[in-house]
């Protein structure tokens, strides 16, 4: 019995008529889980660089990644650091674009 309904739920993933596997497809305002992965990744690539970073490092930057676009939110010292931190993002591999919310503080 067990076996009938893990295939019945494989089967209609498959087909799009329900199951887990629906919802995989990418849409405007979600992701696919491949694109969840791959923004996860670049989310952790972006923190780490900022670490990298000494003049960053020390800051509170929050990073968010949706479709390879980051977003960058907290708050720095300075105009500078603003603009370092978005530079520092946007040369991470797979960024797409960098919206770059940080207020100085």
């Not at 972006?46 to 939110?73: E, F, M, N, R």
């Not at 960098?98 to 100085?104: H, I, P, Q, R, Y």
Request: charged share 25%; glycine share 10%.
């Amino acid at each position: 019995m067990r076996k009938r309904v893990l295939s019945a739920i494989t089967a209609a993933g498959l087909l799009g008529t329900g199951g887990p596997f629906l919802g995989c497809a990418s849409t405007r305002t979600r992701e696919s889980a491949g694109e969840y992965v791959d923004d996860s990744a670049i989310t952790a690539k972006v923190k780490a660089a900022i670490l990298q970073d000494p003049a960053l490092k020390s800051l509170q930057i929050s990073v968010k990644t949706y479709k390879g676009v980051v977003q960058l939110s907290g708050f720095v010292d300075s105009k500078d650091m603003v603009e370092k931190a978005g530079k520092v993002a946007g040369q991470v591999s797979g960024v797409r674009d960098v919206k770059n919310s940080l207020t100085v503080k």
